[in-house]
């Protein structure tokens, strides 16, 4: 196969010396690190391999996406788009699999040819394919764990024990939530440690009476400010990474222009990029990593490029596989070889195993009738929320782990859009004020079973000749359980607060619909029943480094990405330390 360097996107002096070089020089393809992926964990992967020095090679599927330059919708006003929002029928076509689709955020969507995937059980898998992925996407909540949940698998007897502690991460969520900034409150509940944190946005008034409702009502139970990767009171770190106090535009996943809420392209790219260390290169669809059997270690990545279609090899001493949960699985199961004929690193045969993901499918919602001198005014880019408080100091259901719950409460005016002439100008001129109103969604851990798998299709191929993934996961009784625990208690505690109109029902998604896949190439302290390490090499494959929500061992009940990006730093500087004495 031909293999030549197309023109790559290029930021340091030292890249740019060896452009002149001749086309075919594998010393021009080959970096101290690759990263695969540049979303919210390869964004601090790059950042961190970059400033301590590594020649970094950031290969992402997506096409370029420049902080503020390419974000087009950012600032337009909803008469700017062309049908106020709504996607039409002709456009939706190619996005037939995609959620959230509104034509403020259509240049982010993916369109179903892109990568195929076989849904052996219904899964609704959202992927972000730029640079930035998901980090542009997401909703930005961000929770600590805490020891109950990284003891969750050894005290309930699942999945296998987690090689690290909450110990060992505890310097590195702090040193990531410096940086990236987040907004909240210091709580100071064993559940859910406290972050490093800027001033919280303001709860509503029914979330605050919610809140002093279920104090008395339900001691154990608290409502707290969400914390959120939103800047409040911008610190000297945050302004150098050219981002600024957050507007409380509620137009996040737009793109921010000031940087307002984290992202990999606001934050870790251009920190990164600035260290003269970073070669970001578009359109790279990583295949495969090549394993040197002579060497008993990776030597590098083969991409195929998503413009000529042609294989290209990359080389690097180190290898970060950031592409997001189950194609981080894909990739290690398209990186066979004699070695490991089934998968890198994989001779347990646990290789896209035990994924496990959130619970999402309750949802709630009900009204209060006091208050009635109040209202809301403005935006708030957060919500509310109740940590976890089934199952954590001890086993109190007949189902194992818990939930927490995400709270939201307001009262806005509106107008009822449904009338005509006189009666309609009149409801636009004199919206009402209704009852506040307040809302709730389940977010709960889902058991990791060895049954709920991802694998490869034997012949299907995507139009990269990559083969097809098929995802097989299912709910168990577990989950079904907690949705009913879920329905009862979010009742109980809306009954015991006054609420009317009170609603809270299993809406039956398909796995996947909470956005937080993980697992198949977990973490462990052995390499029978683990795929990585404690400081998440592969056990196998010690300099590939697998750090998104691939290598967690169970899931928690939290949003995950603070951990991924915690565990992504964590293990970027002990590659830095191992690589200094020799040892990668
Ligand atoms: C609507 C929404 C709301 C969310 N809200 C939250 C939240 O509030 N809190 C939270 O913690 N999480 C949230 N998430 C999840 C969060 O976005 C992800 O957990 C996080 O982005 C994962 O980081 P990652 O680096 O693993 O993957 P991503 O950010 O998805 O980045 C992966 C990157 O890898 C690239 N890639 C994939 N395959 C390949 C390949 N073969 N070759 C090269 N590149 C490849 C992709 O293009 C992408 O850029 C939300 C997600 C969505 C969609």
Same mark, same amino acid.
């Given at each position: 196969m031909d293999i030549r360097l197309p023109p790559v996107i290029t930021t340091g002096a030292w890249q740019q010396k060896l452009e002149i070089m001749p086309d075919d020089s594998i010393k021009k393809r080959t970096y101290d690190a690759i990263v695969i992926g540049s979303g919210a964990s390869g964004g601090w992967a790059a950042k961190e391999l970059c400033e301590k020095g590594l020649k970094t090679l950031v290969l992402e599927r997506g096409r370029n996406v420049e902080h503020i330059k390419d974000y087009p919708t950012a600032s337009k006003a909803p008469w700017e788009f062309d049908h106020r929002g709504t996607v039409s029928v002709e456009q939706r076509k190619d996005y037939q699999g995609a959620r959230f689709l509104r034509e403020e955020t259509l240049h982010w969507a993916l369109k179903d040819d892109e990568q195929p995937f076989i849904q052996e059980k219904p899964f609704r898998w959202v992927r972000g394919y730029h640079v930035g992925g998901k980090s542009l996407l997401w909703a930005r909540q961000t929770q600590r764990w805490s020891d109950y949940d990284f003891e969750g698998p050894l005290r309930d007897g699942f999945a296998v024990d987690w090689p690290i502690r909450y110990k060992d991460l505890e310097p590195w969520y702090s040193y990531v939530e410096k940086f990236a900034g987040i907004a909240g409150n210091k709580d100071g509940l064993a559940e859910l440690p406290d972050s490093e944190v800027m001033p919280g946005f303001e709860m509503s008034c029914v979330e605050l009476y919610f809140k002093e409702s279920l104090e008395k009502n339900f001691p154990g139970r608290h409502l707290i400010q969400a914390r959120c990767a939103h800047i409040t009171d911008p610190q000297p770190i945050h302004l150098e990474q050219g981002r600024n106090k957050c $507007?409380? $535009?509620?137009?996040?996943n737009r793109g921010c222009v000031f940087g307002g809420y984290f992202s990999s392209n606001a934050s870790t790219i251009p920190w990164a990029r600035k260290s003269g260390n970073l070669t970001i290169r578009p359109f790279a669809i990583v295949h495969s990593v090549i394993y040197d059997e002579t060497k008993s270690k990776a030597s590098g990545v083969r991409i195929i490029d998503g413009e000529t279609k042609e294989m290209i090899e990359f080389y690097a001493r180190v290898i970060y596989i950031n592409a997001s949960a189950l194609n981080s699985n894909a990739i290690l199961l398209n990186s066979t070889s004699g070695r490991f004929p089934n998968g890198l690193g994989n001779d347990s045969g646990l290789l896209g195993k035990y994924i496990a993901w959130h619970n999402y499918r309750g949802k709630g919602s009900a009204q209060f009738e006091g208050l009635k001198d109040k209202r809301t005014d403005g935006r708030n880019p957060s919500n509310a929320y109740i940590p976890r408080f089934r199952n954590v100091f001890k086993q109190e259901t007949d189902f194992l782990r818990g939930y927490a719950i995400g709270i939201g409460g307001g009262r806005n005016a509106s107008s009822n859009t449904d009338l005509i002439g006189d009666e309609l100008r009149e409801s636009l001129l004199q919206p009402q004020l209704g009852n506040w109103h307040i809302a709730s969604w389940m977010m709960g851990e889902s058991v990791p079973e060895e049954k709920n798998h991802v694998r490869l299709h034997k012949d299907l191929k995507d139009k990269y000749g990559i083969p097809q993934l098929i995802v097989s996961c299912d709910w168990s009784e577990n989950d079904d359980k907690m949705v009913a625990d879920y329905v009862e208690q979010s009742k109980l505690m809306f009954e015991k607060a006054g609420f009317i109109n009170i609603k809270a029902e299993d809406t039956k998604s398909p796995p996947g619909a909470d956005i937080h896949e993980m697992g198949g190439a977990r973490m462990g302290n052995d390499p029978k029943t683990s795929l990585l390490n404690k400081w998440n090499q592969l056990h196998l494959c010690k300099n590939v480094f697998v750090t998104d929500g691939a290598c967690m061992t169970s899931t928690g009940t939290q949003n995950p990405t603070l951990t991924y990006m915690a565990i992504t730093a964590r293990a970027a500087n002990h590659a830095v330390e191992e690589l200094r004495r020799g040892e990668l």
């Open positions: $507007q409380n $535009q509620t137009m996040c």
